[in-house]
């Protein structure tokens, strides 16, 4: 046979392949099922007999694809897990970096405004919580304490501030007590009265001889002109309020009619007389207002009077009047 006629039979057996024949053992499975009379059609063979069934021990190719995937599914666990260890790792480490810092700012801020409000805020807080113990001498102490702060204080936290200052001299007021008395901050120095100023002195200046030994007239300063009355309006004063203030010292803001304070005894003069309850430590008074008095008169009485005082120093009852101490 030529090699053209191999070639041929080869490309006839490719292009019209023998027909399909069945297994012997499955022919002859069948035909005893038919000997038997068995309508049942025999089931699938079993499964370990299949290729590729990846059960685990069946010893098929299938298997060690399954055992690939699984090895894959685990590397992919593996590394999810590793990397957030590695988040969890590096969140831990900024913790520790940035937790301090913060702190330290936080702790920064809150000196620069305790250090902006000079302690004001602590003083006014520890009065407060005296109050409410309602300890005499802790109340004294405390306000004491307020009182020799005051120049710290914020603008913001003044009203704050009064009002507690206010509020532990009523306290004290109506619990009086020696040993509370001894705790309070020593009144500023008061402002000097009309009565012990001395009169206006005349300067004149020692004669001197001139350039040609001709010695010149001394000259003389005038004297203030005396303080005049209005003659229409009737002395009179009032007292517009009566403050607390966080230097010691209660503030009274009053206002005059009809004359000028003038305390220096002159004829015609008038002066305004500063008293407590009934008539209690008069005081004459010549300046502008307002007069003030120490907070230890304030614990003491519970009103303040004001009178026009002619230029003996006697007072006239129909004029002024008084007000409350807080």
Request: charged share 15%; glycine share 10%.
């Amino acid at each position: 046979m030529t090699d053209d006629e191999r070639l041929l039979a080869l490309l006839k057996d490719v292009l019209s392949p023998p027909p399909a024949q069945p297994p012997p053992g499955r022919v002859s499975a069948l035909r005893r099922v038919v000997e038997r009379g068995d309508d049942r059609r025999p089931g699938p063979p079993p499964v370990s007999g299949r290729p590729g069934s990846g059960r685990p021990g069946s010893g098929r190719p299938g298997s060690a694809g399954t055992g690939g995937n699984r090895g894959r599914s685990s590397g992919v666990r593996a590394g999810w897990v590793a990397a957030g260890v590695s988040v969890a790792a590096a969140a831990v480490v900024i913790a520790v970096l940035a937790v301090p810092t913060l702190v330290s700012s936080g702790r920064s801020a809150n000196r620069d405004t305790a250090s902006s409000h000079g302690g004001t805020s602590q003083a006014v807080q520890l009065l407060r919580v005296a109050l409410v113990s309602k300890d005499v001498v802790a109340v004294a102490r405390a306000d004491a304490n307020l009182l020799r702060e005051a120049k710290s204080i914020a603008p913001p936290q003044r009203d704050d501030a009064v009002a507690a200052h206010v509020e532990a001299i009523q306290f004290l007021r109506d619990h009086p007590s020696a040993d509370a008395a001894a705790e309070l901050a020593a009144p500023p120095p008061a402002a000097p009265t009309s009565e012990a100023s001395a009169a206006p002195t005349t300067v004149v200046p020692a004669p001197h001889p001139g350039p040609t030994g001709h010695t010149p007239p001394p000259t003389v300063t005038p004297s203030p002109p005396e303080p005049t009355t209005v003659a229409d309006v009737a002395p009179d004063v009032t007292i517009d309020a009566v403050v607390a203030s966080l230097d010691g010292t209660f503030q009274v803001d009053f206002t005059v009619a009809g004359f000028t304070p003038d305390a220096s005894g002159a004829p015609g003069t008038h002066s305004v007389r500063f008293s407590f309850d009934d008539g209690q430590a008069p005081t004459s008074w010549d300046g502008p207002s307002p007069w003030s008095f120490p907070v230890s008169a304030g614990l003491t009485y519970r009103q303040v009077c004001a009178h026009v005082a002619d230029a003996s120093g006697v007072e006239d009852p129909s004029t002024g009047g008084c007000h409350d101490i807080v």
